[in-house]
């Protein structure tokens, strides 16, 4: 379709009269966006949006032949979500394909030519569905479509160093540097699928630890004492419990700044062995008959307490540990 001719202080006008709207449609994705993820459980390093400002809107227009750049060109309000590795952009996709209005996808990954330096990331245009539109604040949205992007850090780092360089093809790129920036390329790559495979290595050792311990009836208490292996004591021992990995890595921090300036003078370092033992101590006291008594303050029952509150309780049993707990926190 043959594009028009415009001008530029009418579509200054109109693009005025909707830009309240996209940055309003921009606000709400950004915000309901992050509480899908975190509903959902997806960890995401950054989510933000913009819209496109007038002078970038009308480049394009400029470069490109519209019958309608309202209508036509699809990223006035952008969404840019960057999450910490590749499985997590299936997990994302999932939820943008269930949540909204999909009115194209595209798979950079899969289709940018070898030849091509341009960025890697997956791309939807999307609008509100129906189900969005019964407020007040959200009715005039209707319609109005918006692009989002989702790559992984390192494909955003790429994309920051790509824009810098400003090379698309190979072609566009002197002789004697290709070898260099295709080299560059593949190690953004290669760094990119490692880190999803130790991802996955770090899961399916969780989930050995766990398995291993149910299977046999008791935890292994050779393992070293390292975040996976703390986390897999409490899921094993406080099943069902609240659980928080930034908590267990704190307490993993005391716990070795502990060993380090206590345990190893007194020869009575903390570790996975010691805290089965501290828990086979503890273990009647806390079944919920005597832990969840009527009698106790809501705060103090069993029921309301963390994997890691717990596993502070039985810690109480090392002789040392209290004081140095005192004396360092």
């Given amino acids: ?20 709207k996209y940055d ?8 309901e966006l992050k509480t899908l993820f975190e509903d959902n459980e997806i960890p995401v390093m950054d989510i933000y949006y913009r819209t496109k400002d007038f002078d970038s809107f009308w480049k394009k227009i400029e470069r490109k032949p519209y019958a309608d750049p309202f209508e036509d060109i699809e990223d006035l309000c952008g969404i840019r979500i960057i999450c910490t590795h590749k499985a997590n952009l299936d997990k ?15 798979n950079k990954l899969d289709s940018l030519e070898h030849d091509k330096f ?19 604040s959200t009715r005039d949205l209707r319609g109005l479509k918006a692009e989002i992007q989702i790559r992984t850090i390192l494909m955003h ?25 295709n080299r560059l390329i593949a190690l953004f790559e290669i760094a990119d699928d490692q880190f999803d495979l130790i991802v996955k290595e770090i899961e399916e050792y969780r989930i050995s630890l766990i398995a291993e311990a149910e299977k046999c009836g008791r935890f292994d208490v050779n393992q070293e004492l390292n975040l996976d292996s703390l986390q897999a004591f409490m899921d094993v021992y406080f ?19 502990f060993n380090k300036k206590i345990g190893k003078k007194i020869g ?51 002789k040392k540990w209290m004081d140095f707990r005192i004396d360092n926190f």
């Fill in 157 to 181: 780092a790429w994309a920051d160093v790509s824009h810098k360089i400003s090379y698309k093809r190979e072609e566009d790129v002197p002789t004697h540097l290709r070898r260099k920036l």
């Fill in 268 to 318: 009575d370092e903390i570790s996975l062995k010691s805290l089965v033992e501290y828990y086979e101590i503890d273990k009647n006291y806390l079944t919920p008959e005597n832990y969840d008594r009527d009698d106790m303050n809501e705060k103090d029952k069993l029921h309301n307490r963390t994997q890691n509150e717990l596993t502070l309780t039985i810690l109480a049993n090392h």
């Fill in 24 to 31: 309003r449609l921009g606000i709400l994705l950004n915000h």
């Fill in 92 to 106: 994302i996709s999932k939820v943008i394909r269930r949540e909204f209005d999909i009115l194209k996808y595209e």
């Fill in 118 to 136: 341009d960025y890697l990331s997956l791309h939807f245009v999307v609008s509100l569905e129906d189900d969005w539109l019964y407020t007040p």
């Fill in 239 to 257: 099943e069902g419990k609240e659980e928080s990995i930034d908590r267990t890595s704190k307490l993993l921090e005391a716990i070795l700044e």
């Fill in 1 to 20: 379709m043959s594009g028009k001719t415009f001008i530029k202080e009418e579509v200054l006008a109109k693009y005025e009269e909707v830009r309240d």
